[in-house]
């Protein structure tokens, strides 16, 4: 039987994910804090795990598995109407590009540092933009199915992007750097500094 070792990074990694996944949740239940709840983790938590899971398996699933136990959360407590279901209409685009995002991480940020962080966030602004709000403008009564309605679309999303651009740079800072900083003073968290223990 293999030797199984226990994985440190493994382990923190996960809990920055989860802890920071479940703020989603308990951020609205508190009054003076509604208003931090409407600046979204989303991104943060799909480029962290994309930079720092070398597996691509954990990469996506943590973070995947994290959002979709909030949005199930969320759709019981915070946001529950009835006949709503677990997930709300067009969720499948909103999960499609949390995916581009995980993927963003891992092919912007190959090494972590102010500048691919950065680039990341804008990049995962813009695919959040453009694909979620592809899925609000698509077979729409609404909105016209031209050019011209998808562009009506994505000026009247800008608001709430710019909301998801600071979430995605506070909530990453926090997430980034105080990683950074536990790896400074628990070298076991780098990547490879144990070779016996499991690929993070």
Avoid at 60 to 73: A, H, K, M, R
Avoid at 172 to 182: K, P, Q, S
Wanted: charge should be positive; avoid cysteine; glycine fraction near 8%.
């Amino acid at each position: 039987m293999a030797d199984i070792k226990f994985n440190p990074r493994t382990l923190t990694l996960v809990l920055f994910i989860v802890i920071i996944g479940l703020s989603r949740v308990l951020l609205p239940l508190f009054g003076d804090l509604v208003a931090v709840a409407n600046y979204s983790a989303v991104g943060a938590l799909a480029i962290f795990g994309g930079a720092y899971f070398n597996n691509n398996l954990k990469s996506f699933s943590f973070p995947i598995f994290t959002l979709l136990f909030s949005d199930v959360l969320l759709s019981l407590t915070v946001y529950k109407t009835e006949g709503s279901g677990f997930l709300y209409e067009g969720w499948y685009w909103v999960y499609g590009a949390f995916a581009l995002m995980v993927l963003t991480g891992k092919l912007i940020m190959k090494k972590v540092n102010v500048l691919s962080f950065l680039a990341a966030t804008l990049a995962t602004v813009m695919i959040h933009w453009i694909v979620t709000d592809f899925g609000i403008w698509f077979g729409s009564s609404f909105y016209p199915q031209t050019f011209a309605g998808f562009w009506t679309v994505l000026v009247a999303a800008i608001p709430f992007e710019f909301r998801f651009l600071y979430g995605t740079l506070g909530y990453g800072i926090v997430m980034f750097g105080l990683f950074e900083l536990l790896k400074v003073k628990f070298p076991i968290l780098n990547y490879n500094a144990d070779q016996r223990a499991i690929t993070a």
